[in-house]
């Protein structure tokens, strides 16, 4: 009976390592991602995200719609080399790369490539048009947020509803020089805790209405707590 016991597990012990072997072989098959195929998905994604801005705008100039995608396309590509070499900095000085560590460096070299990009715009936009850019390029978080504070801090009055959309406003406007969606939400971040600053100067329990309002909705997605 032990032998037989010992023989089943000699053949199941068999079976794990011809499986590990397998599954190695297969791992190792798989052969690497080039740079060319990276560049390539990164073309593809930012020509998608920047048709999709185009659509919604709907210009029916095709030149103009020329010049913004252009535009669009060409600050995204900056934006990624501005990355690279920040990361490298980053690595080069022994610091880990993130929002923290990238801000001071942001500002410094986003600047330039800010007002370049948005004086191509004024070029073929309208001011109304350039803000619907900067809010696609930022996931409309303006909106979403200032729509969130509204419906969670109950009492605001019409100046406090300004400041807040100001400080979204100036969120959106740095937020855009963002080089991913986690970096535009720590920019965004940023601004809430100002906001919510502010409103607790004002009288309100920002962190007790957050709180109440997540009780009451924990199934909704909170723009103002995120």
């Not at 942001?106 to 048009?129: C, G, N, V, W, Y």
Request: hydrophobic share 40%.
């Amino acid at each position: 009976m032990k032998k037989q016991i010992l023989a089943l597990l000699a053949i199941q012990v068999g079976i794990i390592a011809v499986n590990q072997s397998v599954m190695a072989q297969a791992v190792l098959a798989v052969p690497a991602v080039t740079e060319a195929e990276k560049e390539a998905f990164y073309a593809t994604t930012i020509e998608n995200r920047t048709l999709d801005i185009l659509k919604a705008l709907s210009l029916a100039d095709p030149a103009k719609s020329n010049a913004v995608h252009d535009a669009i396309v060409a600050q995204y590509h900056a934006l990624r080399v501005r990355d690279a070499g920040i990361d490298t900095q980053l690595k080069v000085d022994g610091k880990e790369i993130s929002y923290a560590n990238r801000a001071p460096l942001l500002a410094i070299q986003s600047k330039s490539l800010h007002d370049q990009f948005i004086a191509k715009l004024t070029e073929s936009l309208t001011p109304e048009q350039v803000e619907q850019v900067k809010d696609l390029m930022t996931y409309r978080k303006v909106k979403v947020t200032y729509d969130a504070y509204c419906m969670i801090i109950s009492g605001l009055t019409d100046t406090e509803k300004a400041k807040i959309m100001e400080l979204l406003k100036a969120a959106r406007e740095e937020a855009i020089d963002g080089g991913s969606a986690p970096e535009k939400s720590a920019i965004f971040q940023k601004y809430k805790d100002q906001i919510n600053s502010y409103l607790d100067t004002q009288g309100h329990d920002t962190a007790k209405a957050l709180k109440e309002w997540s009780s009451a909705h924990p199934n909704t997605n909170n723009s103002v707590a995120r």
